[in-house]
């Protein structure tokens, strides 16, 4: 939510510069209102929460206060919490803000909402047919903070898949404890135990093995410095009263645990981390500068950007101002929100895309190989179309499976509209949302078919899990929405382009080996290179499965592996399944990473 010349700046320039783009005949759909090439019915998602038992709606407690908290959260993950081989869904859910009870709120809680807690659905899918449950009493799950986002990963190395929610306040770090003798499974909160708690506004997080010792670490990125009793006053444009930006508070730095057999150290306090205060939102890991170690990039709410690149004896140092993934284009920093990676261009490192605030567009940072990232949102075709919306959940998908990562991202104003305020909306900052089509080739363009994409509901969007739900090899989404109901929409089309699914585990435990990188090496195309994360986005997280799309080139020579360890395997796969791929069961690889 950065400032409003820095706003009014970036949109001169980003209409005056697409618009030339488009009279040079590069594409004229990007031109404000033309309307793209659209794919043939169906749409290509549907949306089903209602019809597969997804019964959740987030309660942000808002009471005419204007608390800037309101209107930040909240997440959701998709995670195998029982090991029966498809994705269940956890949501995280808001509370009371300030003195009074849900029945006073704006928007009270309604009964079917109680208890107001953080709600985890198990998934029942039999033949196809997909069913949630609400499983969250007899989980023994009881978050009834005020939450905001959640990371998932198995910290201890039990081959059970455990949780770990930001609050305004305390985290939790809940342990999954398998099958008990009934046959459920449940967890216990283990934070205090294991070291893993921060009192301050925590948003999101990522569980990830940065020193490749075997264990899950874990990076916090924590947001400002905000208190109900210190509540600020803030006005908008026309002198009415509004929501504060980040700018009105003290910035938090982030914070990085290190996890040593299942306890955690502080170990950012040893480097700069943790004392370089940002308005942190967004973190995704990975390693950005090719050098086969872990880095972290962390989008920044009205403030440059940190890419904490890993030094030889395991420090930090942000080297994003210098390596071209800070700012934007022009040199302004801007209201980072959500952040993923991937290979967008196929050239097999890991390139960025940070959502914004409106009428500062969408950001996408190529990576040339090495670390040093160009700003190419404008020629990529992605500017226009991501001008009026807030961004906040974000993720690189191929939702057609052609093999080319996908874009999407889920909106949600953090001011009042000044149109919706005007026809007197109850809750006037809700904002369509948007799929962006990679063309491929050797241009790197997309086309934006939001239209067609079957999200027909303008909503407060803000957490993005993404996730084969039904098993079926496309990608689904699950949507958490501020204020609202879930969203739960279903992959509808049919190209009858080839699959691969991947499950990469650990020869001890079985844990999904988070970090994990893949080449999928073709005879008749190019290598397709992916990355095993739950992480990235906003308050979310993903599969941890790998879902490939080979488009009509399905004739894999060998699928190649570098474990989060430094250890390289060939290995042979399946098309059309998922298959588990175990860490030492494959065969010595040799060549580049």
Known sequence: MGSRLGLVLRAVFVVVVSMTIGCDGDDSSDLPGTSPALPSEPMIFSEEAEARGLDFAHFNGMSGELYIAEVMGSGVAVLDYDNDGDLDIFLVQGAVLGPGTSAEATFPASAAMQPLTDRLYRNDLEDGDLRFTDVT?????????????????????????????????????????????DGTVTFEDVTNRVGADDTRWSVSASFVDFDRDGWLDLFVSNYVDFEITGNKRCKSLTGAPDYCGPISYRPQADRLLRNRGGIFEDWGSRGTIAS????????????????????FYVANDG????????????????????????????????AGMGVTSGDIDGDGDDDLLVTHLALETNTLYLN?????????????????PSFTSTGFGTGFLDFDNDGALDIVAVNGAVKKIPELVAVQDPYPLHMPNLLFRNLGGDDLRFEDV????????SQVSRGLATGDLDNDGDVDLVVSNNNGPASLLLNQLDTGSQWLGLRLVGSEGGRDMLGARVAVERRSAPTLWRQVRTDGGYLSAKDPRILIGLGSSADIQALRVEWPSGRLEKFSVEVGRYNTVLEGAGEPADGER
């Open 137 to 181: 009493e007899s989980s023994g799950l009881s978050a009834t903070g005020y939450g905001m986002g959640v990371a998932t990963g198995d910290f201890d190395n039990d081959g059970w898949v455990d949780l770990y929610i930001t609050n305004l306040g305390s985290n939790q770090l809940w342990h999954n404890r398998g099958v008990a003798a």
């Open 368 to 384: 040339d190989g090495s670390g040093f990232f160009d700003d190419a949102t404008v020629a990529s075709g992605l500017g226009t």
């Open 303 to 334: 403030m440059p950007n940190f890419m904490w690149l890993q030094q030889s004896d395991g420090h930090f140092v942000d080297e994003a101002l210098n390596r071209g993934s800070a700012l934007s284009l022009e040199g302004m920093a801007e």
């Open 276 to 295: 370089a205060a940002a308005s942190g939102l967004g973190v995704i890991s990975g390693d950005l500068n090719h050098d086969g170690r872990t880095d």
């Open 450 to 457: 939001s239209t067609a994409s079957g999200f027909h509901d």
